[in-house]
């Protein structure tokens, strides 16, 4: 896996260099892998029967293939099959990956899209925010997550304990609402206010996403970041920092909220420690 990847990665060392530093036997490989990368215009190794080159050549562009359009497979769908293919090819060609990794592929083409891609005619307004959209439903769903629960309470009290996010979630806000994007729905202008989204993988290893209204969206912020403070403590200091007229409907409201995040297992549940009245 590591060798096929590298293909991908490439040298990064000019033809001068080449000449003069590298051994012979690895000329050879960076012409080959060279050619298997942008055969359209990097000519092949002239001892290598053109037969057996096509070999390589079909195998290593459709496992990346393969590999995008299973990760992106939305994004793949708003392209015709020939702008696909080009989008695929330059990003075969061009981009140098920093890992050896099959299962980077996705994210390497996130980096290609947001950092080295410049914009072309068939590609949508939204292809960045797409794209990251579907990579970490990807990356939630492989996520590794240790799960020792020895000091969480899954059913500990949310207002008068310590709420704890799951580490298998991820908050974002977007400019498009990506989680509505497909064939049919392709918004060319940005939403007037961010879409603020919460993608979750539940305790049943399913993928989820949930919609957050600001007050939720600073609740979970607060939450992230905090260690001490229970979750009637941190409604207070929200109700405080935006300025609320009526803290009790805060409370009402932020409580309901709590309920619904850990109904989705986006909180485990409240740390084991002496409930705190407020």
Not at 102 to 109: T, V, Y
Not at 172 to 186: L, W
Not at 195 to 208: A, E, P, T
Not at 221 to 249: F, V
């Amino acid at each position: 896996m590591p060798y096929t990847i590298s293909i991908i990665s490439g040298c990064g060392v000019n033809s001068n260099q080449m000449a003069l530093e590298i051994p012979a036997f690895k000329k050879v490989q960076y012409e080959f892998t060279a050619h298997l990368r942008d055969p359209e215009t990097v000519s092949a190794p002239s001892d290598i029967e053109d037969r057996r080159m096509e070999i390589y050549r079909g195998l290593l562009y459709r496992n990346i293939e393969n590999f995008l359009s299973s990760a992106f497979p939305v994004l793949h769908r708003l392209y015709t099959d020939d702008n696909w293919h080009k989008l695929v090819r330059h990003f075969f060609a061009h981009h140098r990956s920093k890992s050896p990794y099959f299962r980077d592929i996705p994210r390497e083409f996130l980096d290609y899209l947001h950092n080295e891609r410049e914009s072309q005619p068939e590609d949508p307004a939204f292809i960045n925010e797409l794209a990251y959209y579907e990579w970490i439903e990807a990356y939630l769903a492989y996520a590794e997550f240790d799960e020792n629960m020895s000091n969480i309470d899954p059913e500990g009290d949310l207002m008068h304990n310590v709420p704890v996010l799951s580490p298998l979630t991820e908050l974002r806000g977007y400019n498009f609402p990506v989680h509505k994007i497909k064939p049919g729905f392709e918004p060319r202008q940005a939403s007037k206010q961010p879409v603020f989204l919460m993608v979750y993988r539940n305790s049943q290893d399913k993928i989820g996403f949930m919609e957050l209204n600001p007050l939720t969206v600073t609740l979970v912020e607060h939450i992230e970041s905090n260690h001490t403070k229970t979750g009637k403590q941190l409604l207070k200091e929200i109700a405080e920092l935006l300025k609320l007229p009526d803290p009790e409907a805060v409370y009402s409201s932020g409580e309901q909220a709590l309920k619904q995040l850990r109904d989705k297992d986006i909180l485990l549940g409240t740390l084991l420690l002496d409930s705190t009245e407020t």
